[in-house]
């Protein structure tokens, strides 16, 4: 009998995150390496009967044209932190797979990403965009004979996107795109709108604020779609949901809570641009109040180094006050690889998806707030009530299999 295939299709597939993705996939299927990092890999999701590493297979798109095994071999070259072994025996996977990543669209991205791929003046209608989209997914799906596809954002950060009226509402929105519209919508918004249309649930693991609009939620929702986002939770924040509980827990009071951030790849250097570092900073700086329940002065600094590659450091600063209005401080330090961070979370938020839309779920998927920084559709922020909601999610469905 043969096995469901489920396809991946990554948006930025030429992107480091993206390698990374695929070649630990592929390293995982070939038993080269452990899913440390992956939540289903334990307990209770590990036994849900979600889609299986051996049963995903790969495509996408980018605005840059390249190799994908060059990719991947410069970033294991550059981090040295992968056993070249590993790429040795997957490199023909790779190849393979590489040939099924296509261009995208930079379409209002700003011109820090526009310029990576010179495809900004797209001259087609919005519909004929979401169309072309739509197509790429419906051949990716032929070609490579899957059931199923599920649509992750792994692009750049595009500059956010003023949500007025016309995003709130489909059908107003609907009229913008046949008035073709162009500036109430960016890339991350054709892609999520395409995605849709074509019934494939859609990850936005950007900060970019033209995805997931309001809108497009209706839609989801419409189409029996499962959608989630925003913006991966991997570092600094991730760090941050997890402490800022304990200051409440206590009843200390932060008086200011002040993150360094720099970083190289890509994505630092797309963020150097203050259009684009305006998105991330959005996503990153509203963590605090909405955990502590009042807003102590608190600043995210951004800053691109070219020399840390992939790796990517956050220093932060937290004064705070106790007892007799004495005022302490705690500082700490977060280095990591940026894409072996993210990485993990990304097969585990394909195949969470997958899962739900194999279940009828609709709309957003909110158990999967730990994986954001800013979950759409929930309120809490505090990192362990996320993963609770999450483990709950994963008792009850093995309640409902059995």
């Known amino acids: 009998m043969d096995r469901r295939r489920l396809g991946v299709w ?54 840059r044209t390249g190799s994908l095994g060059q990719v991947v071999q410069m970033f294991t070259r550059e981090t040295g932190c992968i056993d070249p072994a590993i790429l040795n025996k997957v490199e023909p996977d790779l190849n393979m797979i590489g040939q099924d990543i296509t261009l995208g669209t930079s379409r209002n991205c700003g011109e820090a990403v526009e310029l990576l791929g010179n495809l900004g003046n797209c001259k087609l209608t919005l519909r004929e965009d979401i169309q072309r989209v739509i197509n790429l997914l419906h051949k990716f799906k032929s070609s490579r004979r899957v059931d199923e596809i599920v649509v992750v954002n792994l692009a750049s950060t595009e500059p956010p996107l ?26 991350s918004t054709i892609y999520a709108y395409a995605a849709v249309d074509a019934g494939c649930p859609y990850i936005n693991f950007t900060p970019s604020t033209g995805a997931l609009l309001p809108a497009i939620v209706q839609f989801a929702e419409q189409k029996n779609v499962p959608v989630m986002g925003n913006d991966g939770k991997t570092g600094e924040t991730l760090v941050k949901s997890a402490l800022a509980p304990m200051f409440a827990c206590r ?40 955990i502590l329940g009042y807003s102590p002065h608190s600043k995210v600094h951004i800053d691109y180094v070219p020399s840390l590659s992939d790796q990517k450091t956050a220093w932060d600063f937290i004064h705070f006050k106790g007892f007799l209005d004495a005022k302490m401080s705690l500082q700490f330090v977060w280095q990591g690889y940026d894409s072996l961070l993210a990485a993990p979370l990304i097969l585990d938020l ?31 922020h505090r990192l362990y009530e996320q993963f ?6 994963g008792v009850q469905a093995q309640r409902t299999a059995v």
């Open 10 to 63: 990554l948006i930025g597939a030429l992107g480091s995150i993206s390698a990374v993705v695929i070649l630990g996939a592929l390293a995982l299927r070939k038993r080269l390496t452990h899913p440390t990092g992956m939540i289903t890999a334990i307990e209770p999701f590990s036994n849900l009967g979600l889609a299986p590493l051996e049963t995903l297979e790969f495509g996408g798109c980018d605005i």
């Open 162 to 187: 003023e949500v007025g009226k016309q995003h709130k509402d489909l059908s107003i929105f609907e009229k913008c795109l046949d008035r073709n519209e162009a500036n109430t919508v960016r890339a």
């Open 251 to 290: 009843n200390l009071e932060v008086l200011s809570w002040e993150g360094f951030n720099i970083l190289g790849n890509m994505d630092g250097r797309v963020l150097a641009h203050p259009e684009n570092k305006e998105s991330k900073i959005l996503t990153k700086d509203g963590v605090l109040s909405k």
């Open 350 to 380: 394909v195949r969470f998806a997958d899962f739900a839309k194999m279940r009828g779920e609709t709309g957003i998927m909110p158990h999967l707030a730990c994986y954001f920084k800013d979950p759409l559709g929930v309120h809490e």
């Open 388 to 393: 609770r909601m999450l483990v709950d999610y």
